[in-house]
C-alpha cells in the first residue's frame, strides 16, 4: 500500500520557526513535494526534493532523507499568513512513465499566533 | 500565464442525480488530472491524463464516475448517480510533460459538490 504519515497540526507564534515531518511508505520513489492550501482555496506547490539533502526557496526550505524515508518542511520567520493546511506529496513512478502523478498525505493544518 | 480553470465553483445537487465539472488547463500541459478531497484530508487521484489518453484511473469508481479529455485540451469530469460520500472538493491540475516543470502540478480553484 500507499501511505504517508504527518502530524494534524501544528501551533506556533510569529517569528518562530516550524518543522512539518513527513514518514512515507510507497511502492516506488521519485521524489517528495510540498504543497500549501488556504482554506477554500487551491493547494500551491512550494518545493521539490528529488535528491537526498535541503534545498531552500526564500524562508521556506525543505529536506529529504531517502534512506529513513522521511522529509520535513521547515517554515522561518513565520507570519500570520502562513496559517494554512500543508501537504507533503510523493511521485511513487517516474515521469517519463506515468507522468507526474502525486500521493498526498493527510496534511497538517498549522495555525500561527501573533 | 493563465491558470488552471475550473467550473462550477459551487454545485449542491439531491442524491441519485448527476453533474459534471468542466477543467481547462494551463495552454501546452500534455498532463490533467483529477483529485478528489474530502474535507480534512488530502487530495486523492481519481485519474490522470496524458494529452487525450488515460495513464491511470485505478481509484476512479467506474460504476458512477466517468471522465474524458477529447481533443487532450480541457475534460470533463461526470458524476451519475451521486452518493452522499461524493460530497468534496474536486480539483483539476495540469503540468508540462517534461523537464522541471513536470513535478509542478498546478490546482485549479476546484468545485465544491454537496450531494443531500
Known amino acids: 500500500g500507499q501511505s504517508l504519515e504527518q502530524p494534524s497540526e501544528v501551533t506556533a507564534v510569529e517569528g518562530a520557526i516550524v518543522q512539518i515531518n513527513c514518514t512515507y511508505q510507497?511502492?516506488?520513489?521519485?521524489?517528495l513535494s510540498w504543497y500549501q492550501q488556504h482554506d477554500g482555496g487551491a493547494p500551491t506547490f512550494l518545493s521539490y526534493?528529488?535528491?537526498?539533502g535541503l534545498e531552500e526557496t526564500g524562508r521556506f526550505s525543505s529536506f529529504l532523507s531517502r534512506s529513513d524515508s522521511y522529509g520535513y518542511l521547515l517554515l522561518q520567520e513565520l507570519q500570520m499568513k502562513d496559517s494554512a493546511s500543508y501537504f507533503c506529496?510523493?511521485?511513487?513512478?517516474?515521469?517519463?512513465?506515468?507522468?507526474?502523478?502525486?500521493?498526498f498525505g493527510q496534511g497538517t493544518e498549522l495555525s500561527v499566533k501573533p | 500565464e493563465a491558470g488552471v480553470a475550473q467550473s462550477p465553483r459551487y454545485k449542491i445537487i439531491e442524491k441519485r442525480q448527476s453533474v459534471a465539472f468542466w477543467c481547462n488547463p494551463i495552454?501546452?500541459?500534455?498532463?490533467l488530472y483529477w483529485y478528489q478531497q474530502i474535507l480534512g484530508q488530502g487530495p486523492k487521484l481519481l485519474i490522470q491524463?496524458?494529452?487525450?489518453?488515460?495513464?491511470?484511473d485505478s481509484q476512479l469508481p467506474k460504476d458512477r464516475f466517468s471522465a474524458e479529455r477529447l481533443k487532450g485540451v480541457d475534460s470533463t469530469l461526470k458524476i451519475q448517480p451521486a452518493k452522499l460520500e461524493d460530497s468534496a472538493v474536486y480539483l483539476c491540475?495540469?503540468?508540462?510533460?517534461?523537464?522541471?516543470?513536470?513535478?509542478?502540478?498546478?490546482f485549479g480553484a476546484g468545485s465544491r459538490l454537496t450531494v443531500l
Open positions: 491524463f496524458q494529452n487525450n489518453g488515460v495513464v491511470d
Open positions: 495552454s501546452g500541459h500534455a498532463t
Open positions: 526534493n528529488g535528491l537526498d
Open positions: 491540475a495540469s503540468s508540462s510533460r517534461g523537464g522541471s516543470g513536470a513535478n509542478v502540478l498546478t
Open positions: 510507497t511502492s516506488g520513489f521519485y521524489g
Open positions: 506529496a510523493v511521485r511513487p513512478s517516474a515521469v517519463y512513465n506515468q507522468g507526474g502523478k502525486l500521493i
